[in-house]
């Protein structure tokens, strides 16, 4: 089983900055993708950031790094707007001891933006 661990949510006035921080353990022979999604009150869950794109609306406000040797992701967001106000989901496409790709999710963080 895998587990992701999330932290970095909370309340920032609009402009300001937080870092989102997501730790996979587990039985993991390897990470082939990690990355975040959201998802707003009334609205269907949409990528935020994967390894490889960015979701329209993020427009250079927001980075994603990763540390390999620490299963670990980043997600630095800048200039936060009030309609980024959302719970952040991370994942994980893992691939387990036995050879087959998972997607696993963690239990998400609550960012809220005020105005």
């Known amino acids: 089983q895998v587990q992701l661990v999330e932290s970095g949510g909370g309340l920032v006035q609009a402009g300001g900055s937080l870092r989102l921080s997501c730790a996979a353990s587990?039985?993991?022979?390897?990470?082939?993708?990690m990355g975040w999604y959201r998802q707003a009150p009334g609205k269907q869950r949409e990528l935020v950031a994967s390894?490889?794109k960015y979701g329209d609306f993020v427009k250079g406000r927001f980075t994603i790094s990763r540390d390999n040797a620490k299963n670990t992701t980043y997600l630095q967001m800048s200039n936060l707007k009030p309609e980024d106000t959302a719970v952040y989901y991370c994942?994980?496409?893992?691939?387990?001891?036995?050879?087959?790709?998972?997607?696993?999710w963690g239990q998400g963080t609550q960012v809220t933006v005020s105005s």
């Open positions: 994942y994980a496409q893992v691939t387990n001891l036995y050879g087959l790709e998972v997607t696993y």
């Open positions: 587990g039985t993991i022979r390897s990470i082939n993708d």
């Open positions: 390894s490889t």
